[in-house]
């Protein structure tokens, strides 16, 4: 098969200023000097990665030895990443192909332009990152002007435009019905005695189990709007409640006046952001709030102190975070009931105790027997892998290596005889070129072939590492296993864990 020049054009349609997608293939046609060749081209996609469809046509048009050299207008048409013109280049040399910029004189095909190459490459990866710091920069100074910045327009309110120092921009404005949601939220969680759950079963009672953007309500999306300051005006109470907990307060006091409300946005140094203050960046917002200051701050001391949703560990059951409800896609978390004979575990679906959302209701699981069901279908899945493994996919590999090590062998064998011919004492000066040229190529193939099989190798290790014959043998000593070795084998293993009233459902890794 005749192997062609493949022409490569991108253009982004964010900017409209820059060369277009016609320009540059007249451009990379003048460096095939009359030689047939086939355009790829890429419009709409930006240069920050490779995820484009006409780029990855090429490069399987390369992979099938249809490609003998790439021409791009420009370095950065193909990529802005260093990483991925490095392991670019990779497969330009595996598949012995040349690399041309049409204007920056770049051309592989010699020593002197891959230099010249890799120093560019390290210069447009800098331009890269100086930009993304300039976007991080403009985009924390317009946060501190009070700005909208996008995103998810919160419940309880709509946008409308505003001019803010000569600038365009938007705020938000209360919603009616929405809003008045919120404030019901506040009222009932503001009482002393009240918890999350409380809340939540009271508006389950009053038929609002879901809001007005159709999602239902739990004790996590509660939490979270409450810990939102855009909700309540901006008195010097919230300015020192948010100094006092290490906020950085952009504004002073005196523009805390009782009338408008705050954004609250992540500083440089911020833990999460949901609890941790410390840190934060508290500014003026040109909104106004609707829940008083003294009933929000009620609620946010309140869940300084809840630190429920904190507990992100699985420590009460090998299995936590595995199990979900079938039926509503709920997560099914371990509970303690107090017994004569002690604390009994239990597995509970929150879709029908705390989000009130699931329609069939699963019966008693004791942990305990739950746990000891999946163990025995992780040591049937266990035996049947064995011996399909036996069958065996490492086998396969290995045959692999061996046709590669053929190769490189043969490779190897022809190199020598090409050494011994250039050594003869009467060999011509035209004949040595082509004989260095040759095991150079010959080299190349070597290279390529060395890493395929260094590939294989260490994909054949990771197999053999988890060999499943070995993990049967673990499961044999369950019993002795820390709690921690109980759960990497279960992550190893399972991906999700679905529980029906009648039935389980496990989705294997393997």
Known sequence: MDKKIAIYARKSVFREDSISIESQIEMCGYETKGQDFIVYQDNGYSGKNTDRPDFQRMLSDIKTGKI????????????????????????????????????????????????????????AQLERETIQQRVIDAYASRSKKGFYMGGKIPYGFNKAPIVIDGVKTSMYVQEPDESADIS??????????????????????????????????????????????????????????????GSNMINSTEEFNGVTSQYLFSGTKTNRKTWDLNGQNVVVAPHRGFIPPDVWLACRRKLLGNHQVKTCKAKNS?????????????????????????????FIDTGWTEN?????????????????????????????????????TKDELLEKISNIEEKISRIDSEIEGLVDKIMLPDIDKTTVKYINDRIAKLDGQKIGLSREADKLRAERQKRSETDFKVLHNIMDKWDELSFEDKRSVIELLIEKILVFPDRIEIQWKV
């Open 356 to 392: 009130h959302c699931c329609t069939h209701k699963l019966p008693t699981i004791h942990a305990d027997d739950f746990e000891a069901v999946i163990i025995d279908k992780i040591r049937a899945k266990l035996s049947e892998l064995t011996i399909q493994a036996d069958t065996n």
């Open 68 to 123: 003998s050299k790439v021409i791009v207008y420009k370095l950065d048409r193909v990529s802005r990443s260093v990483l991925d013109f490095s392991e670019l280049m990779d497969v330009f040399q595996k598949y012995d192909v040349d690399f041309v910029s049409a204007t920056e004189h770049f051309d592989t095909s010699n020593p002197m332009g891959r230099a010249m190459l890799n120093i560019c490459i390290v210069f």
């Open 184 to 245: 019901l939220i506040y009222e009932l969680y503001s009482k002393p005695s009240a918890t999350l759950g409380d809340v939540l079963r009271e508006l389950t009672a009053r038929g609002l189990n879901t809001n007005r953007r159709g999602q239902h309500w739990n004790t996590a999306r509660l939490s979270e709007m409450m810990r939102n300051p855009i909700y309540t005006t901006n008195d010097i109470s919230i300015y020192e409640f948010f100094k006092a907990q």
């Open 318 to 346: 090998f299995l936590s975070g595995k199990i979900k409800c079938g039926n509503c896609g709920y997560a099914i978390v371990v509970r303690f009931s107090q017994r004569s004979k002690g604390h009994v575990r239990y």
